[in-house]
């Protein structure tokens, strides 16, 4: 095996480990049983917990509070243990619950079909962008400088096969709203034009009705990024003349796991032409025979890789269904005034953060005057942000997202994330230690 990836030995695998946190290998032969199991406790010990750490860090994945009735309900067998529901008679339950969780999403978002997840925010995205190119036969796809840049690179790669072209229209340096006009130019010719709301600066964008009319002036696809919590508050896209909704459903029901697994929202109008042309799968209800029996199915499975092979709208052969059953579970256990409680509780936060931290001698909020939901961006003028967040592991606190080498244009900034999980102490515990690290105190 060494041979084949050309590595020099087993040590060499480990070389990108400080030698500082190496442990030297233990003869575990002969060990009973509990000594064993001390053994291994005093190695894990030295582990930092992340339970002692509060984190300001979203741009994609999100800290929520996850009920303990979600794990309760996903963590039963029947659903833990599913696979693929092909076989509708030995599934009714998982393909309910999947039903469920599309009714409720297309619910959220205004839209009219959904199907039940793909792998994250950034596939999503991707995948609606060849739906794009197939149901428009264009190939230009059109995109905000305000988006995240991992997925960024996600689109790129889907999209380098099919030779499409990439075209990027700027914001505001004032309020950090997208620029209509640099849209409105770009956008002719366009199969896709796409939008976050909110944007990547956490900036609730307030003209995106007049980029849908650009979008579909240029007879292009309109897409929308969302946040699915701020669906609560925000207008949903549907409502705006949304095409195709994408996002991640990380924040309903599933904890940030380092980064996975995620779950990608799809929605799309009801549009012969694009269902035809959807990723991923659709599970629908029917009727008996006699009419009297409800039950649940995939359907539209000619658009799909066990029945199209190359020729499928999607080459996701799976997806995140146990993440689109939590989802479900969650929305459906905080119904629509819970889901309203939580995500003006991420604002109420927002808002206090925010105005905490512009108190702050050394940091500054860019685009401050336009509405957030809750991230915002933190200018600080007198130490790297690198070294701030280095700084802040001392306090017990995980800080922004440096966006520093991504958007040089703004400066030294992070993207600071709150939600409902915060209490007041943690935020002005979050506000002091900021202060404290530009100004090196212990």
Request: contains cysteine; glycine residues 8%.
């Amino acid at each position: 095996m060494l041979a084949e990836v050309e590595a020099e030995s087993i040590e060499y695998l480990f070389s990108d480990i400080p030698e500082s946190h190496l442990i030297e290998p233990k003869n575990f032969e002969g060990l009973e049983e509990l000594n064993a199991v001390n053994l291994l406790k005093n190695i894990l010990g030295v582990n930092v917990s992340i339970l002692k750490y509060r984190s300001f860090l979203g741009s994609g994945v999100w800290c929520h509070y996850v009920p303990a009735v979600v794990d309760e309900i996903a963590g039963r067998e029947e659903f833990y243990t599913s696979y693929t529901p092909y076989q509708p008679e030995i599934s009714q339950g998982a393909l309910q619950a999947l039903f469920e969780y599309q009714s409720l999403i297309c619910e959220l978002t205004g839209m009219d079909v959904a199907n039940c997840s793909m792998y994250d925010w950034a596939t999503a995205l991707a995948e609606a962008a060849l739906m794009s190119v197939r149901v428009t036969g264009k190939k230009k796809i059109v995109i905000p400088r305000a988006m995240h840049p991992n997925r960024l690179l996600v689109l790129r790669s889907y999209l380098r096969p099919l030779d499409a072209k990439i075209r990027v229209f700027g914001y505001s340096e004032d309020d950090g709203q997208i620029n209509i006009s640099e849209l409105e130019e770009i956008a002719h010719d366009a199969a896709m034009v796409y939008v976050e709301q909110p944007s990547f600066f956490g900036v609730i964008e307030t003209m995106l009705e007049s980029a849908s009319d650009i979008a579909h002036k240029a007879g292009a696809l309109y897409v929308v990024g969302v946040n699915p919590i701020s669906l609560a508050v925000i207008k949903p896209p549907g409502e705006y003349g949304a095409d195709i909704v994408v996002g991640e459903g990380q924040p309903l029901g599933s904890y940030p796991n380092y980064g996975g697994p995620l779950i990608g929202i799809f929605a799309c109008k009801g549009d012969k032409k694009l269902i035809w042309q959807m990723p991923g799968r659709i599970i629908g209800a029917t009727y008996e025979v006699d009419g009297e029996i409800r039950g649940y199915v995939m359907t539209l499975q000619t658009r799909e890789q066990h029945i199209r092979k190359e020729r499928a709208t999607s080459n996701i052969c799976t997806n995140t269904a146990l993440n689109a059953i939590r989802a479900a579970i969650y929305i459906a256990l905080l119904g629509s005034e819970g889901l309203l409680q939580v995500a003006l509780k991420c604002m109420e936060n927002r808002r206090y953060l925010m105005k905490r931290i512009s108190e702050i001698e050394h940091y500054e909020i860019p685009f401050h005057q336009s509405p957030h939901f809750n991230e915002f961006v933190v200018r600080c003028k007198s130490l790297e942000i690198s070294e701030v967040n280095k700084r802040l592991l001392k306090y017990g606190i995980i800080g922004g997202l440096d966006i520093s080498n991504y958007f040089r244009e703004l400066g030294n900034c992070m993207i600071v994330a709150t939600t409902e999980i915060h209490t007041r102490d943690d935020l002005d515990h979050f506000v002091e230690a900021l202060d404290k690290v530009v100004k090196n105190e212990d």
